[in-house]
Structures are given as C-alpha cells and as structure tokens.
C-alpha cells in the first residue's frame, strides 16, 4: 500500500513539474495559425499579416536574453515560471477577447470574422495579448527546461503525444475565440497545478533555481566602468592596471592583459591620489570599489569582457539563420492554406506540419547528438574539438540554404498548379531542413561557447543566439520591404518563389562569410581559451 502511495505521489509530482511545459506546446500550436487568422479575421494581406507575427517572435527572443539575466539576478525559476505563465493566460485570454464576436456589443461593431468588424478596441487588445503573451513566451524559453532539467524530469515522448493531441483536437475548435480562449483555460490551469506544487514544496530545492548572480553583470560593469574613466589615461605599463585581489573566478586569474580593445582598459585603471601615486587608503577603496560599485575591474574581468566582444565577429553570420527561420510561422503558413489537404476523404489540418516538424525533431535528436559526438572524439583525438563545433554551426547554416532552395522549388511548381492545388506534404522538405536548422544550430551553438570557459558565453549562449536570431527576424520585415514589388494581398497574387530564390542566394553568401570569420576567429583567438576533452574515458579516436 505504502509504494502504491509513494507512486502516486510521484505521478503527481511529475504532472506538476510537466504541467507548465504541456501548456506551453499548446500554446505553439495554437499560435500556429495566426498567419490564417489575421488573413481571414482582420483581411491583412499576406504579407503584412507576417510582418506583425514576426516582429511578435522577434521580439520574444529579444526578451530571452534580458529575462535569462533577470532570472540568475533577482527573480530565479520559479518565480520567472509562474510569472511567465500568469502572462501567458491573461495574454491568451486577450486574444480571444480581440476577436470580433466577443466584445462587439461592447465595441459596437458587427459579430463576424471579417476585417470591417475588427475595430479600435478589439486591436487595442489585440495588441496588448501579443505583449503579454511575448512576455510569457520569453519566461518559459528562459526557466522551463532549465527547471526539469534540475529536477531531473527530462525530455520524453509525452512531449510530442501532447503535441499530437493538440494537433488534431485544436482544428475541431472552429471559432478563434474558443479556440484561443481553450488554450488560455490550459494555460491558467497549469500555472495554478505549479503553484500549488511549489506553496506543497512538492519541488526538492535546487540551487540553481534561486537567483546566484549573473555573470552578464561582470560584462555589464566593465562597460560601465570603461564608459565612466573615458577620461582617464592608460598607463604605459599593463601591469599598473588593477589586477585583483584574488576575488576574480579561476578563469579570469588565467587571463593575462591583450592590446586589443584598449579602450575597455579604462574599467581597470586605478585610481590615483593627488600626489600621482596609490597610497594605502585609496588601495583599500579601490579593493572595495572593485567589488562595491561599478567604478573599477580587473584585468581578468576585462579579459574576459574582450573575449566575448570578439565573438561578435561570429554573431554577425548568424542573423541570416534568424532571418530564414521567420518564414516558418508565416509564409510557409500562407502556402499551405493554399495547397490540397487531402488523405482520400480526410481533409489534415496544416497543424500536421507543425507535428510532423516536431516529430523529425524528436528522432532527429539522437542523431545528431551520436553524429556530433563521433566528429568531436574524431577531431578532439588530434587537439581540434573546437572545430567539431564550427563544422556543426556550418552544416546548420547549409540547412538554411537548403530550406529556402527547397521552398522557391515548391513554390514555382505550385504556382504553375494553381488551378489544381498540390498536396500539402509537397512542404514537408522545407519544415524539415527548417526544424534541423533551428534544432542542431542552438546545439552546436552552446558547445561551441562553451570551449571558452567564459561564464557569460557558457551561461547564456543560447540565449544570445535566440537574441541574434530575433534580430533577424525581426528584419525579415525589412527584407519584404526592399522586396516588396514581389508581395501583392494574396499568396497567388505573389512572387514567393522569387523571394525564396533572394533568401536561397542570401543564405549561401552567409554560409561563405561564417567559414571566413569562423577561420580567421579560430586561428586569431584560439589561444585564448582551454578546450575540453572530447572524452574522459580512453576511447577510439573514430566511432
């Protein structure tokens, strides 16, 4: 009786850990369609429709990085999750309310799904869910598989059944506003499931949920301290700069004074009493402004700051991949809207590729892992682990182009098949090259930053690759503006496959540019950093 107890609680536990993760695949799939429903609901065209959603999910990853940081400072997971999915609900609930039916008494305008019914109130809401739902998205991004992950409730196949439940239960739910208002219901409930489980303590405590400082700050005070002594002089001799007190972390006691980016020196430069000299009252206020105040660094600090500026190099490429991935949620969308769903007399909904998309990810994950894994043991055998993660990063980005070369192929066949639509798994190549794009790229990523011993790239790589990435694609709105002759308010009306032949060429000049800075980065700044063993334990050099 005693066990059967024990395994209920757990079962219970294990729901209230999940519930939050569950609610937000929901959410994505619910949001899947929002494409359709600004095209069909407000009567956008199709390309203005995709400039709001991805300025939407651009800004969303934007938020990550600063929440990552608001997470390791003050707030932790748990408080980040239940925020985040108190956002989520209210921002779900808006949406549902902006649509035309439910507030238009309220409003005074018309009840139906059509543009001329969507009035100032309903858009003012509108807009509102998105900010609240970003808020959310970004929340969860940041803490949610941090926190399974310390509480050892890993990934598992109840993820994609999830995913395949709302799949095909959602299409089923015909009005938007029930629809949207379903997924707020989940969202609500499994925020209330967490909460109750942390008020039972039902989490054993971790350290890493509590907030223990982030290492951003360290970068952000050399910044302010360099901004601060712009002023002052450097002195001629390196070793004059503050060195510390031995408060710096072991990597940055390793780290010796570079001449590159002198400027940020300025963040060590001591502080001098009237006579030109440090006497011993002002060396004791510099060892507490060291720690104290934003006012003086030391060299490891600075050190440390160089490094991850001159990864910029590297962050510059990877803008083109954000600028790829935005046509996922949005023209990719618009195409399957118009194209045959049929299965003989069963008519799929385009939630499918969505699934379909997640369920490659899922089996691809092995794979890449065991592949990735063989190619770092291979190179890490003659001292070049590093570069297993350079090639991984580049056979991400030939993804992008084989994404974007596989869309315009489709599109033109599809263009000249208008009156006798295709069928809609003609997609499934470009969501595939998509999905390994965005799947193996955050990998490959975190590996790679994660040679450099760096706490601020260690720690928050991903979350700099989502914030690059949201850049990107935040200016696909940009790129369809210089682009615009090719986009009408229909998808046929459109050239799409010319625009996937531009993205095509603009993401293979992209790939060339990567191999030249990530050369020129390896070879310049190697020296800079210790890269791990590829294997602890004495194995063949290949698998």
């Known amino acids: ?3 059967f107890r024990e395994r209920i609680e757990a079962i219970i536990r ?4 999940s519930s939050l993760k569950w609610a937000d695949i929901i959410e994505d799939y619910t949001l899947f369609e929002m494409m359709t429903y600004l095209s069909e609901t407000w009567g956008l065209g ?3 429709a995709a400039g709001i959603i991805n300025v939407f999910y651009g800004v969303t990853k934007i938020l990550s990085l600063s929440f990552a940081f608001l997470v390791d400072a003050c707030l932790g997971n748990i408080k980040m999750l239940l925020l985040s999915g108190l956002a989520s609900s209210i921002g779900l609930a808006f949406l549902s309310m902006s649509t035309p039916p439910v507030l238009s008494n309220f409003a005074g305008n018309c009840n139906k799904y059509d543009g001329k019914c969507v009035g100032p109130a309903q858009k003012a809401i509108f807009f509102t869910s998105l900010v609240l739902m970003g808020v959310g998205m970004a929340g969860n991004a940041v803490s949610i598989d941090t926190f399974l992950q310390n509480h050892d409730s890993k990934k598992n196949k109840l ?3 999830v995913g395949a439940i709302a799949a095909l239960a959602l299409p089923f739910l015909k009005p938007w506003e029930v629809r ?19 008020v039972r303590r039902s989490y054993s405590h971790k350290d890493d949920d509590d907030p223990n400082g982030s290492a951003l700050t360290t970068v952000l005070r050399v910044f ?3 901004t601060r002594k712009g002023c002052h002089q450097l002195p001629a001799n390196p070793n004059d700069l503050y060195q510390g007190h031995g408060n710096d972390d072991n990597f940055a006691k390793q780290l010796s004074h570079t001449n590159r980016c002198r400027w940020l020196d300025k963040a060590a430069v001591v502080s001098q009493g009237k006579s030109g000299r440090v006497d011993e009252g002002e060396e004791k206020n510099n060892k507490e402004e060291s720690r104290s105040s934003w006012k003086l660094c030391t060299v490891g600090e600075v050190e440390e700051t160089k490094i991850c500026l001159q990864t910029a190099i590297l962050w510059t490429s990877f803008i083109i991949c954000g600028l790829v991935s ?3 949620n949005t023209f990719f969308v618009a195409q399957a809207a118009k194209m045959n769903r049929g299965i003989g007399k069963w008519q799929v909904h385009p939630t499918i590729l969505l699934l379909l998309s997640n369920g490659a990810k899922y089996l691809l994950e092995f794979n890449n892992k065991h592949g990735y894994r063989c190619l770092r043991k291979c190179l890490g055998c003659c001292g070049c682990n590093l570069i297993a993660a350079l090639v991984s990063i580049a056979s991400s980005m030939l993804n992008a182009v084989l994404c974007c070369l596989s869309a315009a192929v489709v599109e033109s066949i599809r263009r000249k098949n208008i009156n006798s639509p295709m069928s809609i798994f003609w997609l499934i190549p470009q969501f595939y090259f998509l999905t390994i794009l965005d799947s193996l790229f955050e990998e490959a990523v975190e590996d790679f930053f994660e040679d450099h011993e760096v706490p601020a790239l260690k720690k928050y790589a991903v979350h700099l690759l989502r914030f690059v990435c949201g850049l990107g694609q935040v200016g696909s709105v940009v790129s369809v503006w ?3 002759k090719w986009f009408k308010n229909e998808v046929d009306e459109s050239r799409l496959d010319k625009y996937y032949w531009a993205l095509t060429a603009l993401s293979a000049v992209n790939l060339i540019w990567y191999v030249i800075v990530a050369v020129v980065y390896y070879v310049k700044f190697k020296p800079r950093f210790k890269s791990k063993p590829a294997d602890p334990t004495p194995t063949p050099c290949c698998c």
């Open 1 to 3: 009786m005693a066990c």
């Open 14 to 17: 294990w729901i209230m850990l």
């Open 46 to 48: 199709f390309a203005r």
């Open 159 to 161: 993820n994609f059944i």
């Open 180 to 198: 949207f208002g379903v997924a707020g219901i989940i969202f609500l409930a499994a925020t209330l499931i967490f909460f109750v489980g942390t």
């Open 224 to 226: 302010v301290a360099a």
């Open 326 to 328: 935005s046509s996922g």
């Open 482 to 484: 210089v682009c615009k």
